[in-house]
C-alpha cells in the first residue's frame, strides 16, 4: 500500500523534476523544456500554488495544461501565451 496520497505523490513528482532541470539547467549549454500537464488535478490550492512556484523559479521555458484556465491560478504574473485546444484546433487566447 502507498504512503502517499496521490497530491502529496504529485507533489513530489514536481519536487523532482524541478531539481533535475536545475540540474541540467547548470551543467548543460542549454536549459530544459518543462511540459507540465494538469498540474492543478489531485492538489489542493496551497499545494498547487507551491508546486507552480517552485516549477517557475527555475530558468527555462515551460508549458503548462489544463482543463480550465482557472486550475492554472499563480501563473498569471509571469509572461505568458495562452493557447486553446478543442476539437484538435490551436487557438491563441
Known sequence: KSCLSRGQTKLAVAVIVAAIAKLIGVTSEKPPILLIDDLASELDQSSK??????????????????????????????????FHVEQGKISRS
Open 49 to 82: 500554488l507551491a508546486a507552480i512556484q517552485l516549477l517557475t523559479s527555475i530558468k527555462t521555458q515551460a508549458f503548462f495544461t489544463a482543463i480550465e484556465y482557472n486550475m492554472l491560478a499563480g501563473l498569471q504574473d509571469l509572461p505568458q501565451h495562452l
